[in-house]
C-alpha cells in the first residue's frame, strides 16, 4: 500500500476535528510546517504505523495516544487547550514544547511517561498535570514556566518529576502532592557530575524512613518531598522548599524551623542548632552531598540520639532497688516539673528539653515491678571537650532498676536535635545531687554499645576539688552507688545548717509552727520520696540531710561532682 501524506503549510491555519471524535493515523504521515498549527477539537491516535512529523503546534482539546512515530527532528509544540480533561499516552514520542492552556479547573493525565526536552508552559486557569504512577522527564536544557500554587505538577502516586542536569544549574520543581497543595522544590546544583534528579511530594513526613509508617502530626509542614539522584553521591545542591500556610501543622514555628533529611536509613538529621525563620513560606538548606525524604519543621524530625543509662536515687532504695511510693500514691506529675516554677526547680533546660509530658499517669504502671516509675529526671549530654557545657537536655523517667526510660515508660531515651557524636552523660534529680559520667559515650539513633550505668564504680567524673563528699556517689546498702540525697532547693549542695540550707526547705512545706505535721504529695523536700513531708518523727526527712552532711559534722556542705 501506498504510503498516505497530510502536510500542513504555514499558510494552512485551521484543520478541525470534530469534538469528541479522534483523528486516526494509520499507515500515514502527518506533517506540520514550521509556523502552522494543527487544531483538533476531539484525540489525537497515532496508531503503530503511523508518522506524525511536527515542525509547527498541534493544539487539541480531547486525548493523546501515540503507538507509532513521532519526529521531533525540530522544535514544535504539542498545546492541550479545551474544556476538559486530556488523557496522555505518549509512546516513544520525545516532545519539544508542551503547553498547558485549558479552561478553569481542567487537566492532564499522564497514562505514560512523558518527556519534555525543551519547554513546559502553564498558561491556563488554574490546571495540573497529574502523574500518577507516571514520570514527566525534562530534558537537560528544558525550562518550566506558568507555574503557580494553581497551576503544577501533582505526585500523589508513584509518579516523578525528573530533571536532567548537565551543568550547574538551579531548577524549581513546580509540584504539590495533590490539586489543593502547592509544594514546589528548587535544586541547586553546585559542583559535581552530571546527573538526573527526581522529585515527589507525599502527604507528610512520618517516623522511621519519613516516607512510610505513621505520619507526623505537629511541629512539621505537612508535606514530605522524596528527592533522589540517579547516580549517588559525588554531588553537591542547595535545596529551597515550599509550602502555604495552610500546610503548617499545629506547633510549626514560622521562625524557628529547618530541613531536615532523611536518608531512609538513619532517621530524620534536623538538628536544634540549625532553626531559624522561614522567608516567604521557603526553607533553604545548604551542601546537600546526599538525598532521600525531606520535611521542614524542629522536634519531630530533630535528629535522634539514644541514651541508655542506670542510676540510683538514694532516697528511696532500699533492698536492691527504688520504693515507688510516688506512683502508688499517684504524685507523680504527668509534666516534667523541672521547667518553670510549678515545682520551684526552675531549670533552664537547653536544645528541645523541657515540657515533656506522658500520655497518662497508666504510664508510670508497668508490667513487670522493676519497671514501674520512680520519678522524673534531667539527662544532660555535654560538649565532649567543655563537660561544663551542656549540649542538651531532656527530662525522662527512672524506673525501680534504676533504667532512665523515654516518655513511654519502657524505651530507650531518645534526646532530638543533636548531633551524632560524643557526650558526657550528666543526670539531675530534683532533690539529689547531680552527676556526670567520667568519660564520653558514642551517641546516635542506634542503641548504646555499653549502658552508662551509674550505679558502678569509676562512671561518674570524681571532682578533685571537692572536699565532701569524698565521692560523687554514695555506696548504698548491698554495694550499689546511688546519687546523694538532700539537695531540697536543687541548687547542688546539701546543707543542714546555715544560709540557704536544706533543712529549712523541709520545715518550710510542714509549717514553722507545726514541725510534727506530715504533709502527703509530690513535694522536693520530701527526700526520701515516700510521698510524704515530715520534719520530725520516725522516717522524717531532716535526718536525711543530717545523716550525709555527718550526724557530728552539721556544719558541712555536700558539693556535686558535676560542674567540671
Do not use: C
Request: glycine letters at 12%.
Amino acid at each position: 500500500m501506498k504510503m498516505k501524506f497530510f502536510t500542513l503549510t504555514a499558510l494552512s491555519l485551521l484543520v478541525t476535528i470534530a469534538h469528541a471524535q479522534t483523528l486516526l493515523y494509520n499507515e500515514a504521515m502527518i506533517k506540520v510546517q514550521p509556523g502552522a498549527v494543527l487544531y483538533v477539537e476531539g484525540n489525537i491516535q497515532n496508531t503503530s504505523m503511523g508518522t506524525i512529523d511536527n515542525d509547527g503546534t498541534i493544539e487539541l482539546k480531547g486525548n493523546f495516544v501515540n503507538a507509532g512515530m513521532w519526529e521531533p527532528s525540530q522544535v514544535n509544540t504539542l498545546r492541550f487547550s479545551g474544556d476538559a480533561h486530556s488523557d496522555v499516552t505518549a509512546g516513544s514520542a520525545v516532545f519539544q514544547n508542551v503547553q498547558i492552556q485549558k479552561g478553569n479547573t481542567f487537566n492532564v493525565n499522564l497514562l505514560s511517561n512523558v518527556t519534555v526536552n525543551n519547554a513546559l508552559d502553564f498558561n491556563g486557569t488554574n490546571n495540573k498535570i497529574n502523574l500518577g504512577a507516571f514520570n514527566l522527564n525534562m530534558g537537560p536544557i528544558a525550562t518550566t514556566t506558568g507555574h503557580d500554587s494553581d497551576e503544577f505538577v501533582v505526585t500523589g502516586s508513584t509518579g516523578v518529576m525528573k530533571k536532567d542536569f548537565a551543568s550547574f544549574t538551579s531548577y524549581e520543581y513546580p509540584v504539590g502532592f495533590d490539586a489543593a497543595t502547592y509544594n514546589p522544590a528548587t535544586l541547586n546544583v553546585t559542583a559535581g557530575p552530571n546527573d538526573t534528579y527526581s522529585v515527589r511530594v507525599g502527604a507528610s513526613p512520618t517516623n522511621g524512613d519519613g516516607l512510610t509508617g505513621t505520619a507526623l502530626t505537629t511541629d512539621v509542614v505537612n508535606a514530605v518531598w522524596s528527592i533522589q539522584e540517579t547516580t549517588p553521591l559525588g554531588n553537591t545542591a542547595n535545596l529551597t522548599l515550599g509550602w502555604q500556610d495552610t500546610d503548617e501543622l499545629p506547633g510549626f514555628n514560622p521562625a524557628l524551623n529547618a530541613v531536615s533529611w532523611n536518608d531512609g536509613t538513619n532517621g530524620w538529621d534536623g538538628l536544634f542548632a540549625n532553626l531559624g525563620p522561614e522567608v516567604s513560606n521557603t526553607r533553604t538548606r545548604n551542601g546537600l552531598t546526599g538525598f532521600g525524604a525531606f520535611a521542614v519543621g524542629d522536634e519531630t524530625i530533630g535528629n535522634t540520639l539514644l541514651v541508655d543509662a542506670k542510676v540510683f536515687l538514694e532516697g528511696p532504695f532500699a533492698s536492691g532497688s527504688m520504693g515507688d511510693g510516688l506512683r502508688v500514691g499517684n504524685m507523680i506529675p504527668t509534666t516534667e516539673p523541672y521547667a518553670g516554677n510549678t515545682w520551684n526547680l526552675n531549670y533552664v533546660h537547653t536544645a528541645y528539653g523541657g515540657g515533656e509530658t506522658v500520655s497518662s499517669t497508666a504510664v508510670f504502671d508497668q508490667p513487670a515491678d522493676g519497671n514501674d516509675i520512680v520519678d522524673w529526671i534531667v539527662v544532660e549530654l555535654r560538649n565532649s571537650s567543655t563537660p561544663t557545657q551542656i549540649v542538651a537536655s531532656k527530662a525522662g523517667l527512672v524506673q525501680r532498676d534504676g533504667n532512665i526510660v523515654d516518655l513511654d515508660g519502657i524505651s530507650q531515651l531518645a534526646i532530638q536535635g543533636v548531633a551524632d557524636g560524643n557526650y558526657y552523660i550528666g543526670l539531675r534529680h530534683r532533690n539529689h545531687l547531680g552527676v556526670r559520667s567520667n568519660i564520653t559515650y558514642s551517641l546516635s539513633n542506634a542503641p548504646q554499645a555499653m549502658v552508662v550505668d551509674f550505679t558502678l564504680a569509676g562512671i561518674a567524673f570524681d571532682d578533685g576539688t571537692v572536699i565532701k563528699p569524698v565521692t560523687p556517689m554514695k555506696v548504698l546498702t548491698g554495694g550499689a552507688l546511688g546519687l546523694w540525697a538532700g539537695d531540697a532547693n536543687f541548687n547542688g549542695f546539701v546543707l543542714y545548717n546555715g544560709g540557704g540550707n536544706d533543712r529549712s526547705i523541709v520545715l518550710g512545706v510542714v509549717g514553722l509552727s507545726t514541725p510534727g505535721n506530715s504533709v502527703p504529695g509530690y513535694n522536693r523536700a520530701d527526700l526520701n520520696m515516700n510521698g510524704f513531708t515530715l520534719y520530725n518523727g520516725g522516717g522524717n526527712d531532716r535526718n536525711v540531710i543530717l545523716t550525709n552532711v555527718g550526724l557530728s559534722t552539721p556544719g558541712d556542705v555536700l558539693t556535686a561532682h558535676n560542674n567540671n
